[in-house]
């Protein structure tokens, strides 16, 4: 039964070599991605999050993925039009937070809801603060003056 099935299994090889199913097929002729490397239990994973471009977040525990979200706030709430959507997305946030503190999985890393009044304060301050321009100025050339040690200063002071 085996070898009826190998040479089934032949023959549509051999019909599909001769149709050119196997021409120009993509990686032909380069070297097999990972060899001669150290075995890695994992590297499925890391090739599917590299294939896909997904950031390697989503491999940490859910307490971890929200205290780098907690850290991040900042940032993505920068470009927010309005207090309401800032407000929004920190409770959103918090929504997640107390989700996992009514059950919590994975390793015991303390997470707290974020303060949406200091995030909302600091978004203020942000929006307020004057955009801080350089003008072009040619750079001045100093004439170096003599350096005196601290200690003739201090003795001519006594």
Do not use: C
Not at 4 to 21: H, K, L, N, S, T
Not at 26 to 50: N, T, V
């Amino acid at each position: 039964m085996t070898e009826a099935w190998d040479a089934a299994v032949e023959a549509q090889i051999r019909g599909a070599v001769q149709r050119g199913e196997f021409d120009d097929l993509p990686g032909m002729g380069k070297p097999i991605p990972g060899k001669g490397a150290p075995y890695d239990e994992s590297w499925w994973i890391k090739s599917f999050l590299e294939r896909e471009a997904l950031p390697s977040d989503l491999l940490l525990p859910t307490p971890l993925q929200l205290r780098r979200r907690i850290d991040q706030v900042p940032d993505e709430v920068r470009d927010l039009p309005t207090e309401q959507s800032v407000r929004d997305f920190v409770g959103q946030l918090n929504a997640q937070i107390v989700a996992w503190l009514r059950n919590p999985e994975g390793p015991r890393v303390v997470v707290r809801p974020v303060n949406a009044e200091a995030v909302v304060h600091r978004w203020r301050a942000e929006r307020t603060r004057p955009e801080i321009i350089t003008p072009a100025v040619e750079p001045v050339t100093a004439v170096a003056s003599p350096r005196r040690s601290w200690w003739l200063r201090w003795r001519r002071r006594g």
